[in-house]
């Protein structure tokens, strides 16, 4: 017998076709351009993926074609999940699965990616229809609902656990582009118990500073394990979102927040670079700090303490690569076991004589070499002499 969540999913997925449908109608009335089956590296104006293949050319990535084979979830379509969607659609991403439960508002106008005449569709809807006129390669799938009610997160995880490219497998990536702790946290116990890899960001409510962390479960710290913002403000989030008061957003900040999460993100499906765990932003002083956290061992959550016990026995099973050390070159220093030493021929007395007296200079300036002093003893002189060198040679001889 069918059940009452099974009915609802089934209501959902119905609700997305239809969306797909009025799209796809809408589509035919924009004219978009024709899908391309295969990506070309041909240099001409009509090919979209032309700048992207010449990353191969110069031997940044290996294949790049592997994007197309890539799904990606996006939590949070504001104003760092707007932009981190184009940006994925215009690398040609196989698939793009938006979760967001907002509508569009003038008051969000401020920041990049949504138009004024989008007000009052769902954020999910109006970035389809940009993104897919953008680039009709890339398959979609919205969801405009709120992931942390009980009914929609189990939805959430079944998407996540079956919504990738091919139906049935699991998505490649989610990136948790939220502003708020609790979806925060809904995606970190999802993400736990699924072990699936993520990555998080955030915008401060200053709007001046920002950051991203891949979190792989069971190996890296999770959310819970030391949220960015609790760790370095020693305050709780959900104290921050306060009825009758605006956190601050400026389209600068959440564009290199949402670049910086890109770049990592294709670093990390194409493997090329340094993908990096921690990665943060700070707009007043242009400071980029960059770290690693393990993941807690008393970490609350449950389940990442799961991952990370199952973490630790694949690591065990894992075969150990012999460490070959080479030979180093034996030194040989002045003390042996001859007693051997080495004595300098000239006395300290006679190299002072022979640099001669060191002038009175300023601070901080050293001479290179001095001159001696002429002998003013009581040795012999030469006296001048007419004589040419050979005949006072035979004049020394006969003394």
């Known amino acids: 017998m069918t059940t009452v969540e099974e009915l609802k999913l089934r209501v959902r997925e119905l609700e997305n076709e239809l969306i797909k449908s009025k799209q796809k109608q809408?589509?035919?009335?924009?004219?978009?351009?024709?899908?391309i089956v295969k990506m070309s590296a041909e240099v001409v104006d009509s090919n979209p993926y032309s700048r992207l293949m010449a990353l191969k050319r110069m031997g940044i990535v290996q294949d790049y074609e592997k994007i197309r084979s890539y799904a990606v979830a996006v939590v949070g379509v504001g104003g760092v999940g707007s932009v981190t969607a184009e940006m994925l659609t215009r690398c040609g991403i196989g698939k793009l699965l938006l979760f967001d439960y907002d509508k569009v508002e003038l008051a969000n106008m401020n920041r990049l990616f949504f138009q004024p005449h989008q007000a009052g569709l769902s954020k999910v809807e109006a970035a389809e229809h940009t993104l897919r006129n953008i680039n009709p390669d890339v398959a979609f799938e919205?969801?405009?609902?709120?992931?942390?009610?009980?009914?929609?997160?189990?939805?959430?995880?079944?998407?996540?656990?079956?919504?990738?490219?091919?139906?049935?497998?699991?998505?490649?990536?989610?990136?948790?582009?939220?502003?708020?702790?609790?979806?925060?946290?809904?995606?970190?116990?999802?993400?736990?118990?699924?072990?699936?890899?993520?990555?998080?960001?955030?915008?401060?409510?200053?709007?001046?500073?920002?950051?991203?962390?891949?979190?792989i479960p069971g190996e890296t710290a999770c959310f819970a394990c030391a949220p960015p913002l609790v760790v370095a403000a020693n305050i709780d989030e959900k104290t921050l979102k306060r009825d009758g008061v605006c956190a601050a957003s400026l389209p600068t900040t959440?564009?290199?927040v949402a670049g910086l999460l890109v770049q990592n993100v294709l670093k990390y499906l194409l493997g090329f670079g340094t993908v990096s765990y921690y990665l943060g932003y700070n707009a007043m002083q242009d400071f980029f700090p960059s770290m690693a956290m393990k993941a807690n061992p008393q970490c609350d959550d449950r389940h990442c303490r799961r991952q990370q016990d199952e973490y630790k026995k694949k690591e065990a099973e894992r075969p150990k690569q012999e460490v070959v050390q080479e030979e180093e070159e034996e030194v040989v220093h002045e003390d042996n076991e001859w007693g051997i030493e080495l004595v300098s021929e000239v006395s300290e007395a006679e190299l002072r004589d022979a640099s001669g007296p060191?002038?009175?200079?300023?601070?901080?300036?050293?001479?290179?070499?001095?001159?001696?002093?002429k002998d003013g003893g009581s040795g012999e002189t030469v006296e001048e002499t007419d004589q040419s060198l050979e005949e006072l040679m035979a004049q020394m001889k006969k003394m």
């Open 254 to 256: 959440m564009g290199v």
């Open 142 to 215: 919205t969801h405009n609902y709120n992931i942390t009610t009980m009914d929609n997160f189990t939805h959430f995880m079944d998407r996540i656990s079956h919504g990738g490219l091919e139906e049935g497998k699991p998505v490649d990536l989610v990136l948790s582009c939220v502003d708020n702790f609790e979806a925060r946290m809904a995606i970190n116990t999802a993400c736990n118990e699924l072990a699936q890899i993520w990555m998080e960001s955030g915008v401060s409510e200053n709007a001046v500073s920002g950051h991203i962390q891949l979190i």
């Open 26 to 35: 809408s589509d035919a009335e924009h004219h978009l351009r024709p899908k």
């Open 358 to 373: 060191v002038p009175d200079l300023p601070e901080g300036i050293t001479v290179a070499y001095t001159i001696p002093e």
